[in-house]
């Protein structure tokens, strides 16, 4: 028996730009991936919910800042108290800082510059929902399209939780001046994770890596984990 492919929501906010990317990449990866409006005060029966990147609502006030409080992000909010899996890529990781599911916020990046180009990251646990098919230490080169992606928190809070092992991704080059080089996080229960870099953007070798497709499958495989769990 062929296992369920596990049904994938990717949030569109207006201003979302990677959207479709994303929709494209997961279902690449053999899961239903399922477009929800930012409007949809319930979400459909969904095993994981990913955040796009673009830039919601115009980046107005700060990045993310208003579609904190869309209805599809409240939902998204439940979901993830419940144990779901959520992955906020780019703009979906500013949005899931300012919601309060992950620590730390997005600033302006230490160039004042726009950064777009491909970026080598150390992956630094491998046992999460989103980091199964990595190991601890591998480098994966997955692009970066951002002004405000440099993750910040205070040196006391960032010793904090990089001891529960929050930090899932580091920069292993220069890129924006993120605290201690940090590219992803995720919330202490480990089913919620952000990062700045677009594994959407590199699933196919003819877009230069496949490395981003080690992020997407691990979060497919859990969400059909889940599924087969709740059936």
Known sequence: MASPQ???????????????????????????????????????DLDAVVLPGGFSYGDHLRCGAIARFSPATAATCELAAAGGLVLGICNGFQILCEAGLLP????????LRFVCRDVRLTVERDDLPFTTRCRTG?????????????????????EELAARGQVVLRYAEPCNGST????????????????????????????????????????????????????
Not at 13 to 37: I, N
Not at 206 to 223: P, Y
């Open 6 to 44: 596990p049904r994938i929501g990717v949030v569109t906010y207006p201003g979302s730009q990677d959207d479709r990317d994303a929709l494209w990449a997961l279902a690449a990866l053999d899961a239903e991936a399922v477009s929800v409006w930012h409007e949809e005060r319930d979400l459909p």
């Open 104 to 111: 730390g916020v997005l600033l302006r990046n230490e160039s």
């Open 138 to 158: 591998q480098r994966l080169v997955i692009p970066v399209k951002h002004g405000d992606g440099r993750w910040f928190v205070p040196d006391d809070a960032y």
């Open 180 to 231: 201690r080089e940090v590219a992803g996080v995720c919330n202490e229960a480990g089913n919620v994770m952000g990062l700045m870099p677009h594994p959407e953007h590199a699933v196919d070798p003819l877009l230069g890596s496949a490395d981003g497709a080690l992020i997407l499958a691990s979060l497919v495989e859990a969400a059909r984990d889940r599924a087969v769990a709740l059936a």
